[in-house]
């Protein structure tokens, strides 16, 4: 298992209760996001489960034994866009593109109001690797400047590098910028591809090679560029021009804005069928 401890009282407490719930309220579906032991419980309780997939190197014993296990694989990506996979697992995938909060939403193209190259670095809440010297090394391309949306300790904001801290509406900013800078998780990748922005891909380490494989894909369609490890102010201002030289429009090849229709009218549709109907691999 990737994290099943024995004798632990909180993993003890966290199985009980989630098994209690899925059999008093008769549930009728566990969709699980990373977790296989969530998998593994849902389907040892007669609860059918499904497992959204991630980017990476996933043909490990455990992941096997979970994407075996679930009824459905639900792959926030296209299909035009799938890594090698067994064809055990192909056959109960359903492709939905990717899934953004903002799918559906108009873009705003306006100018940010300030001069030069209007660059956007995208920092997520699920860790980052960002360090002071990272920010003044790109505070140092000339005719560029940032828009840093997250938290980077003791970061002076000058003319080039404005710090927005954490955003509730990230949307605005990223339509104006002229480049997205951005680790390579699910959610931030979505976010860009809604908004059409050229994109400089920074995997960040994640289990599993994630981010790297993630990145790997999207660059090899040539939807981002991709830059790792964090670069130096020599290598920005090449890297920000071939970023602007990308058409924004292809991020519809992978995001079309109905990703989030489609994962419900899966669910929906595994949860209303009669339990006969459901084939468990």
Known sequence: MHWAPLRHAGQQARATELMRWLVDNDARLLVSDVSVEAVLLA????????AVALRGDRQDRVHAIGYDAAVRILAPWTRASQHEWPKRWLAKTTWTGMI?????????VERCG???VCVVLLLGSGGHGMRVRDIDEAAAV???????????????PSKTVLMAGTVADPWPLLCSADVVVAAAGDAAIADVAAARAP???????????EQVEHVRVLAGRQLCIAATPWPTRKKWPRLLASAQKLAGHRWAEVSDGLGAQRAAALLSELASSPVREVTLA
């Open 43 to 50: 389907r040892l309780v007669s609860v059918p489960p499904v």
């Open 142 to 156: 000339p005719d560029a400047h940032w828009h840093v949306l997250g938290a980077v300790e003791g970061v002076t």
């Open 100 to 108: 953004s909060r903002f799918d559906g939403r108009a873009r705003q």
């Open 199 to 209: 994109l400089v891909a920074v995997p960040q380490d994640r289990p599993f090679r």
């Open 114 to 116: 300030h001069s030069g």
